[in-house]
């Protein structure tokens, strides 16, 4: 399992953009690159998932450089309700009984 | 898109009695699911992959009599805290991959906030 290194938090202003990158030096051939959200006392909700280049849905971008060690999450224009927990997770999603292991993820507040 | 249905969402209950949590998922099979707790301000921990039809795998560290994992059923697995104690008190939140290879297979239940008195 590809372990992941995020900053543990970060502040930001509504209306702003909001790039949050995640370090996975080991990544290995079949694994994706999935980042969840999750709002205290709630499950994590799958926002975006990427195995190489650029990565666009109606809520964030993933943006993965050709040698796939890293990823970032841009997230367009925050607002007061996009403070939650960024996690990134690494893994090969095809194989049976992938587990998902979480690191400590990425706190983003965003303030008035 | 893939809904599991995590019941309850809350319970309180007494120090050394059991308490069952139900995981379903809603619109797909799931052959595999996942036990996790959380802590206060800290990450996931997955406790256990629960596997239907057979028996659940146990990360390192957690005890597989205390927390009994049950997956009769391609729908449902459930974990079952025994004599739970206040330290057993925490979120606990259960995920589901779904039977083929997808884009994201996985989702996750509302959690249940299991507190111990």
């Known amino acids: 399992l590809a372990k992941t290194t995020q900053p543990i938090s970060m502040d930001s202003y509504e209306g702003q953009e909001v790039n949050i990158t995640c370090s996975h030096n080991n990544i290995a051939t079949n694994d994706y690159i999935t980042w969840y959200q999750q709002f205290p006392s709630q499950g994590p909700r799958f926002i975006i998932q990427?195995?190489?280049t650029k990565v666009t849905n109606e809520v964030a971008s993933l943006f993965i450089p050709a040698d796939r060690k890293s990823s970032t999450l841009s997230l367009p224009r925050v607002s007061l309700s996009d403070t939650a927990v960024y996690y990134c997770l690494v893994g090969d999603m095809v194989a049976r009984g992938f587990k998902t292991i979480f690191g400590a993820g990425t706190r983003l507040f965003v303030k008035a | 898109g893939a809904v599991v249905s995590q019941h309850p969402s809350w319970v309180i209950c007494k120090s050394g009695t059991s308490v069952k949590i139900e995981c379903r998922s809603l619109?797909?099979?799931?052959?595999?699911m996942f036990w996790y707790r959380q802590f206060p301000k800290q990450s996931l921990m997955l406790m256990a992959t629960?596997?239907?039809?057979?028996?659940?795998?146990?990360e390192q560290g957690v005890e597989k009599d205390k927390f009994l994992i049950n997956h009769a059923s391609l729908t449902l697995s459930t974990l079952t805290v025994t004599s739970a104690h206040p330290e057993d008190s925490s979120f606990y939140i259960c995920s589901a991959m779904d039977r083929g290879p997808e884009t994201y297979g996985y989702t996750f239940g509302s959690g249940t906030r299991l507190t111990v008195v």
């Open positions: 619109d797909f099979q799931a052959t595999t």
């Open positions: 629960s596997n239907e039809g057979s028996k659940a795998t146990y």
């Open positions: 990427g195995y190489k």
